[in-house]
């Protein structure tokens, strides 16, 4: 069965830390423009795809304007790399049976691509649904420098994160 991502649910996150203006905050930048499929074998989870993934990063937005600027046009240059894709390789840790309604955990291997970087990356997901819907959660941990990410120096921060948490939680509909 193939069930299709949906905006209404949906979103890709990114969350890291900084030392802002002296105190520590935690950063989540959030879109729900997230488009791909996924073709779930209730019968035979391991003959189930994940279809290419891929983000509006134009959308990506903050609790702050100024800081939405930076990342939009110095951090993820989205005027000129205007999606994040994730290109799934390899399902690993599926059950040898499943039915509806049961809830799966596995983890997704596959090639992010962040501007024009491109690097092999681990999802840990848990995902449940029946003939009509799937919902689910993946989740990764990624160095920002591994995607030439680099933060522009601000007087009021002091201090970034090195690792990004990248997170897509989804609702997917039967096509």
Do not use: C
């Not at 501007?115 to 999802?123: H, L, N, Q, Y």
């Not at 919902?135 to 941990?141: I, K, P």
């Not at 030439?148 to 007087?155: D, E, F, K, N, Q």
């Amino acid at each position: 069965m193939e069930y299709q991502i949906s905006e209404s649910g949906s979103e890709a996150s990114f969350a890291l830390n900084e030392l802002l203006m002296g105190a520590p905050t935690v950063v989540v930048g959030v879109t729900p423009k997230v488009a791909g499929s996924i073709t779930v074998d209730w019968g035979n989870p391991s003959n189930s795809k994940i279809g290419k993934l891929e983000i509006d990063a134009t959308d990506f937005k903050t609790d702050n304007e100024r800081r939405n600027g930076a990342i939009h046009r110095f951090i993820l240059q989205t005027g000129q790399y205007p999606k994040i894709a994730f290109e799934p390789t390899a399902i690993e840790g599926l059950p040898a049976s499943a039915k509806p309604g049961d809830v799966l955990n596995f983890k997704v291997v596959g090639n992010l691509t962040i501007r024009d970087v491109t690097k092999p990356v681990t999802f840990d997901a848990s995902v449940t649904g029946d003939e009509t819907q799937l919902s689910g959660e993946a989740q990764a941990v990624v160095a920002h420098r591994d995607f030439g990410l680099t933060i522009p120096s601000v007087p009021i921060v002091a201090n970034v994160s090195e690792v990004v948490t990248l997170t897509l939680k989804f609702v997917a509909t039967r096509r």
